[in-house]
T-cell receptor
Framework: NAGVTQTPKFQVLKTGQSMTLQCAQD?????MYWYRQDPGMGLRLIYY???????DKGEVPNGYNVSRLNKREFSLRLESAAPSQTSVYFC??????????????FGPGTRLTVL | AQSVSQHNHHVILSEAASLELGCNYS??????LFWYVQYPGQHLQLLLK??????LVKGIKGFEAEFIKSKFSFNLRKPSVQWSDTAEYFC????????????FGTGTLLAVQP
């Protein structure tokens, strides 16, 4: 079991360039998430997908788009990168159960720098 | 709206010292509570979780946390820290009956000096 995998691990972009961050999970989880982690701000939810075929905005969705390609894969796209999007991006997955049980499993992260 | 506060942003301890990291949340309903740990250069890993039952929860590596409902708190403790506990610690809350989103605190960076 690889758990949650992310590609690439590192990326440097110039302002205005676009790119897609890939995430896949092999735990058969229904829900998937994209977070960004910035110093002193913890993890902030960008977008999430409660189940295949659905996506919803999180706390900081501006400048991003997502695609839930299938149950395993959830990609994050930056259409026109800005320096403010320099961050570490984490993908996570979970299988919510009754009473709001929602333990999330995280990928190794993508460190993105926008110049 | 839900929020999570971690008041200790940076903690420095010597090995064998006791640890307590504070976590308070704001939500009036029933919650599930988590502590995650992020070792240097690694991804987040679950340390422990509380859903119901005994408010004193034991996790991996000798960590424990106590849920005090009246104080809206879920503080993390360890009686004797080791150098290998150097990491960033995040408290997270999930409100039951709401969406399946986790709300994270801003994190506490723990440095343990040998």
């Amino acid at each position: 079991n690889a758990g949650v995998t992310q590609t690439p691990k590192f990326q440097v972009l110039k302002t205005g360039q676009s790119m897609t961050l890939q995430c896949a999970q092999d735990m058969n989880h229904n829900s998937m998430y994209w977070y960004r982690q910035d110093p002193g701000m913890g993890l902030r939810l960008i977008y999430y997908s409660a189940s295949e075929g659905t996506t919803d905005k999180g706390e900081v969705p501006n400048g991003y788009n997502v695609s839930r390609l299938n149950k395993r894969e959830f990609s994050l796209r930056l259409e026109s990168a800005a320096p403010s999007q320099t961050s570490v991006y984490f993908c996570a997955s979970s299988e919510p159960r009754g009473a709001g049980y929602n333990e999330q499993f995280f990928g190794p992260g993508t460190r993105l720098t926008v110049l | 709206a839900q929020s999570v506060s971690q008041h200790n942003h940076h903690v420095i301890l010597s090995e064998a010292a006791s640890l307590e990291l504070g976590c308070n949340y704001s939500y009036g309903g029933t919650v599930n509570l988590f502590w995650y740990v992020q070792y240097p250069g690694q991804h987040l890993q679950l340390l422990l979780k509380y859903f119901s039952g005994d408010p004193l929860v034991k996790g991996i590596k000798g960590f424990e946390a106590e849920f005090i409902k009246s104080k809206f708190s879920f503080n993390l403790r360890k009686p004797s820290v080791q150098w290998s506990d150097t990491a960033e610690y995040f408290c997270a809350v999930n409100a039951r009956g709401a969406t399946n989103k986790l709300i994270f605190g801003t994190g506490t960076l723990l440095a343990v000096q040998p």
